[in-house]
């Protein structure tokens, strides 16, 4: 086999070449965050420490000293943090970094001789050993550290005590690492984002289904819900506690292929088409649907939803409908085949002639990329500052890390979340290379022993680049669960997303209403679905969850354990249909313990078996836990604890630990 | 906290500008062997291939291929396999890399478009769709791929088989590597070992015990073996079927606080010393103790050995009796304190005045550094390919690598033993850095669930740069199992380390004549230990464990299994006392079973659970099993088979998988 393009590597030869001065003693390995060796920024922000670790140690059996130093790359503001031992060469500390915006932080160990020579007198000195040769070595230390007064006199004096000092220590370990020999890590990308990219309660509506009307009126006359009525429902959505309200594509949609009901290939005359089949005459990604409203209607949904403490967040979804402006100013940004059409999208032996997927590595690519920037920019200017990404594993990863650095290096806050319901190392990598969110598999982990598996390990070994916003449902996705589960399931899914993550979603007013409706099984699309039609729901129908969700989101505003999934720990329990995890703080002051009824078809009881360390609770302590769906408390002690949930009853315990 | 020296720092600043030609559309991640990100050479061997593995991918529905290339760095020779994808994005071979030396490794992937049109027109045909389109697509790329004659005679001729010829895929693939966007990692470093370092029983004696005499004899009188008493002995040793024969120093010996026999703190006149005090009035690290003989007698050592097939291995201890030759050449080398007094080994409150430990960072450091080299360069000049060094984790990690590295651009197959005998990360960095192998922890691993923690997670995770080399004794090292556990443990844990590691070795004749006298207990410490006086040996004791070495080392000999750890497999038993491991070559061609009764201590049976998934065994096929040690046959069917082994019967079955 032949490979090309090979020969620019950069071979690493053995050196054998002494280097000027002598080589640090003190080794630095396995840093983190570190994401594929810094090739990508780990992700932090604002709203919680940064947790750094690492190894560091030296030959021999030297004392050590380290510390973490963080650059915010653009201001250049510096921050310093100690690293404490925490065993077996291992060394943490927690970090505040409190601007926005790209960072890069790298760790420093040294030997500090100060801090032996405090080990060795008084070693010898409790020994009753002679120390004349120690007080000697203490006094050319401080002499070299130019150190003077006090404890050299003492010293003098051959007071030992003088090594039991902690300021002096510290003093002299900071002299130290002005000494040759510092050993310095490389330098480590992290992106600090702003509180809302960590943690946020997100809802997704149509807004064409916001008119008045009724849903039993003739859909192909239903009235065309308006940016205007969309100001009207902003009060809805925050009173639920939400606060981002994400929007499907707001931008006029394409005749030509137009889906009807129900997905199918011919629309009527009224139907309004798929919202995703982007472009039409009035304009393509930068204009807004004719019907909808204009950009003054934009701007006074964005002003009023920020009077709210709301949050607007479009979609962006890189593909055109056939009459789109680019179809016909820039053919050459559509991929052709060898008879002259433009090649739709494709899973053969399927073509989808709606959709012009965008030629992503045409000739022409920069000037494309810099007008997909532009449709960004575009929004950023009427406020936006939250997108939702429509299948970005579809498009080229150079092209995501490019855009996302982009934007950012004009607005540091804004944020994204990709739709990268893909391979996993696929939505891995989007994650690595700036989305700051990921919509995760959970829709999808229904037993226990699933939830276990991906929120455990799994969900781990991401940590550090990967920000999953858990939705249970969406408008592509009603599971089966949710078809055949009845309410019971609608509560459990709704409490264990909201929950579970610092981040989730949800897909309404169509989850709080219970529309569990298929158009066909097996299948998880909705019996019709909004994506084709307009809707009209009721909201004030008794059955309502809306209570429920507020409760919830309420509960999350009050706990900051709530709003960083560092610190999740899950917890055997005996029943396989129960589910229990913990999530707690960077400073362990709120514990919330949750427990649900994840098959929520029977009664479900048994023993909860708490890992005590994990929460830093003692087994011999017993401890109160507050139900903050029940308003009652219970009284526990030690790891196993009884529990009993039922469909009829509480499907789910939310207990926070009272200390 | 202030740090110091951070200003160097390569501050990694967010890059928004875009790139001049497109940047590659696949991405490769997770590559493997590397470690440390490259920072370090993997290690591999010319005895077995190396696994390539790399996760490979890009955005949308591409078909991808993948290769690595492997090339020596100083002979340039290359070496390129295709990576078969094995599943969730994952890619792997195998390559035979057989010249030892520095190489590097890229790992390479591009979009194969021939590969999609073959899916995609096949798919298309099979459902009975209009395939002309794909026709001329792929005529299209038959042109750009230059290939003319019979395929595009076919293709125009609608011949849709053109699609199932695998040799014009793989032209096709070729091709496609050479179009712009082949991705293309990293250059990894790789050491590849001569086969030595992969795998070798080795075995360690005090030459200055090997004089006729016998055991009774005043020892303050016991004549001093020679390097002619070894030459004598070497055919024992290659008759028990070891290939590497390692000798503690063979230097001369200090007299200044020479320490006298129990490690006593006075030596009488005719005590011989501690071989690792180096330096006397004959000489220091490049001389030969008087009482042992002359270069030429070691040289016909080396020589005898060879035609033997053993090779000898020395001891590299750097540290000085105080009569070193260097310690008045060079005083500087050594760390004077407040008194003016060389500083001397310690460990607070404890000091050993017997020993000068070599102060390596020095001033003159480059000095010391070269003269230290040169020492290894003395014992090559003599035939010597193997070095045992002594607490290498005592001295700079700088000096090791830089030392190894210098050594092996000369010598490329020197082979190093770390005696790291200290914290995990500290071993772990030794192996890291250049030592081809280091002696693990198996020496204490008594139990079976403590084997398991060792030789589970532990040892995989260490796979790629830490070769363990085990023993179940050294001259400092008699553990309390043996000191009680009779000849059934001296067996038991013989078999362990030889069937275990693919290196092992063993400190004799003192193991095989079943020594088990401690100086005190609790302790480790060998009564009457080699190491402070003269001992002789009764090599024809007809309890002798010599034949049990020898059948040992001659299953090793014949079962390549045996000559690699990476397809080392662990199999639960229910008997908490046995202990069940599996051993594969890469191929899977050979497969030896070892279960052990490592307690010793009582009658031992059960159930031995096999992970047949790992062994490539199907679960309703019986297989047999032919017992090596015991020339017996059994005929085994599933996971689990029942075992039992005792102190008076086998204590072990290390078994043959007959295919």
């Known amino acids: 086999m032949t490979i090309a393009a090979t020969t620019d590597r950069n071979d690493v030869l053995p050196t054998a070449a002494m280097s000027e001065t002598a080589p640090p003693r003190v080794a630095i390995e396995v840093v983190r965050p570190v994401v594929d060796q810094g090739r990508f920024a780990a992700k932090a922000s604002v709203a919680e420490p940064v947790t750094v670790v690492a190894d560091v140690f030296a030959d021999g059996h030297e004392r050590l000293a380290a510390a973490a130093t963080f650059r915010q790359s653009v201001t250049g503001t510096e921050v310093t943090v100690p690293l404490v031992a925490v065993g077996n060469d291992r060394w943490s500390a927690q970090a505040v970094l409190d601007e926005v915006g790209p960072w890069t932080f790298t760790v420093v160990g040294w030997i500090d001789p100060w801090e032996y020579w405090r080990h060795s007198i008084l070693a010898r000195h409790e020994a009753g050993l002679d120390i004349s040769v120690e007080l000697g070595d203490g006094l050319g230390l401080l002499e070299r550290a130019g150190q003077a007064g006090d404890p050299v006199e003492r010293l003098r004096g051959a007071d030992v005590s003088v090594a039991l000092d902690d300021n002096l220590a510290a003093t002299m370990a900071s002299w130290a690492s002005t000494l040759d020999g510092l050993a310095v ?123 709210l403490g709301l949050e607007i ?49 045409t000739d022409d690519w920069q000037a494309l990329w810099a007008e997909l920037a532009n449709v960004v920019r575009c929004w950023v200017s009427h406020g936006v500052r939250i997108f939702r990404v429509d299948n970005p594993h579809t498009k080229p990863f150079a092209f ?37 969110q990921s919509y995760g598999y959970f829709t999808w982990k229904r037993e226990a022993w699933e939830l276990t598996e991906y929120f455990g390990d799994m969900s781990k070994r ?6 999953t916003n858990v939705w249970p449902n969406t408008p592509d996705i009603l599971t089966d669960q949710l078809q055949s589960g009845g309410r019971a399931m609608f509560e459990a899914r709704l409490i264990l997303a909201s929950m579970i993550s610092a981040n989730w979603g949800v897909y309404g007013p ?67 249909g129960l589910f229990c995890f913990s999530k ?76």
């Open 185 to 307: 890590s490389a330098a480590y990308p992290l992106h600090v984002a702003r509180a809302r990219a960590a943690h946020g309660a997100w809802y997704e509506l149509f807004p064409r289904s916001l008119a008045d009307g009724g849903e039993t009126a003739n859909p192909d006359t239903r009235s065309h819900g308006t940016l205007v009525d969309l100001v009207d429902r902003l009060d809805y959505v925050a009173d639920l506690g939400f606060q981002v309200l994400y929007l499907p594509p707001i931008h006029p949609i394409g005749l030509t292929a137009r889906k009807g009901p129900e997905n199918s290939l011919v629309a009527g005359p009224h139907d309004p088409g798929s919202p995703w089949a982007i472009g039409g005459s009035a304009g393509g990604h930068t204009a807004i649907h004719p019907d909808l409203g204009t950009f003054g209607d934009f701007d006074r949904v964005v002003a009023r939803a920020d009077e």
């Open 313 to 361: 967040a479009l979609d962006l979804a890189f593909q055109c409908a056939p009459e789109h402006p680019w179809v016909t100013e820039h053919p050459d940004w559509f991929a052709h085949r060898s008879d002259g059409s433009i090649r739709t999208a494709e899973n053969p032996p399927k073509r989808y002639e709606d959709i012009y997927p965008i030629d992503f590595t």
């Open 400 to 436: 995501w890390e490019w855009m996302i650095a982009e934007i950012r290096s004009e607005t540091p806050d804004v944020i994204f979340l990709a739709e990268a319901f893909t391979r996993p190392r696929v939505a891995e990598r989007l994650g690595k290379l700036g989305f700051d």
């Open 462 to 467: 991401t940590l550090d680049y990967l920000r």
């Open 510 to 576: 169509a989850y709080e209403l219970g529309e569990s409706a298929a158009v066909r099984t097996p299948g998880e699309d909705y019996a019709r679905s909004e994506k084709y039609e307009v809707r009209h729901w009721e909201l004030t129908h008794p059955d309502s969850l809306a209570p429920l969700m507020r409760r919830l989101n309420i509960i999350r505003s009050h706990h900051p354990a709530l709003h960083t999934d560092q610190y999740r720990v899950l917890h055997p329990c005996d029943d396989p």
């Open 584 to 659: 707690q703080n960077h400073d362990r002051s709120d514990t919330v313990i949750v427990i649900v009824n994840v098959a929520a078809d029977m009664h479900r009881s048994g023993l909860v078996h708490l890992n005590l360390e994990a929460l830093g609770l003692e087994a011999d302590q017993p401890f109160d836990v507050e139900d903050l769906l029940a308003d009652a408390t219970y009284h526990w002690q030690g790891s196993d604890n009884y529990v009993s949930l039922d469909p009829h009853g509480p499907i789910a315990h939310i207990l926070r630990v009272v200390r």
